[in-house]
């Protein structure tokens, strides 16, 4: 049942794109009157899972899946169907790359922003590559737009192999194949 509340939860995300937004024209008809510009309603959405069955989203582009995001809760607010963001309580975020490997992450909470699909996770974050390479740092963001990680903050990377790297920041794939971790100012 949480499960259906959760894709409910996110179909409301997603229709409160659609809110204000006029009915096409019927064939033979004219397109009705413009009567004013449409003011898009403020949609809050609240996602309750548990340890079993937690809450669930997925973000897919061009038929691929790039990350799956299993969380305790979630709550959110959507404006417009481009305008919103998702706090989220005890993410488990797995995070796909092209080729189909996969990091998995945890933190106590992060914010999803539905502009660009990137994902800050902050109190804490700790990674796992699918090769066993571990990343723990204070804040770790997902740009989707580049899908690359960004760590900030006591960034520790130990390779599979126990190389270890260590800084304030880290720039990297989501493989955490080709890495930068440097400390100082930009990179």
Same mark, same amino acid.
């Given at each position: 049942?949480?499960?259906?509340?959760?894709?409910?939860?996110?179909?409301?995300?997603?229709?409160?794109?659609? !809110?204000?937004? !006029?009915?096409?024209?019927?064939?033979?008809?004219?397109?009705?009157?413009?009567?004013? &510009?449409? &003011?898009?309603?403020?949609?809050?959405?609240?996602?309750?899972?548990?340890?079993? &069955?937690?809450?669930?989203?997925?973000?897919?582009? !061009?038929?691929?899946?790039v990350y799956t995001i299993?969380?305790?809760?979630?709550? #959110?607010?959507?404006?417009?169907?481009?305008?919103?963001?998702?706090?989220?309580?005890?993410?488990?975020?797995?995070?796909?790359?092209?080729?189909?490997?996969s990091t998995v992450a945890d933190?106590?909470?992060?914010?999803?922003?539905?502009?660009?699909?990137?994902?800050?996770?902050?109190?804490?974050?700790? !990674?796992?590559?699918?090769?066993?390479?571990?990343?723990?740092?204070?804040?770790?963001?997902?740009?989707?737009? &580049?899908?690359?990680?960004?760590?900030?903050?006591?960034?520790?990377?130990?390779?599979?192999?126990?190389?270890?790297?260590?800084?304030?920041?880290?720039?990297?794939?989501?493989?955490?194949?080709?890495?930068?971790?440097?400390? #100082?100012?930009?990179?």
């Open positions: 049942m949480r499960s259906e509340l959760v894709a409910g939860a996110a179909g409301l995300i997603f229709l409160a794109g659609c !809110a204000g937004r !006029a009915p096409a024209p019927s064939s033979g008809q004219a397109a009705p009157a413009a009567t004013g &510009t449409a &003011t898009p309603v403020p949609v809050h959405v609240v996602g309750q899972g548990n340890a079993l &069955t937690p809450a669930v989203m997925t973000w897919s582009k !061009a038929n691929r899946k299993r969380a305790l809760s979630f709550v #959110g607010n959507a404006v417009g169907g481009t305008n919103g963001s998702a706090v989220l309580d005890r993410p488990h975020i797995t995070f796909i790359d092209r080729s189909g490997s933190a106590p909470k992060a914010t999803v922003k539905q502009r660009d699909n990137s994902i800050d996770m902050m109190g804490g974050v700790r !990674a796992r590559t699918a090769e066993g390479g571990i990343l723990t740092c204070d804040n770790l963001r997902y740009d989707a737009t &580049t899908e690359r990680l960004h760590g900030e903050g006591h960034v520790v990377l130990t390779g599979p192999n126990g190389l270890q790297l260590s800084g304030d920041h880290l720039d990297g794939d989501v493989r955490l194949h080709d890495v930068k971790v440097w400390s #100082g100012g930009q990179g």
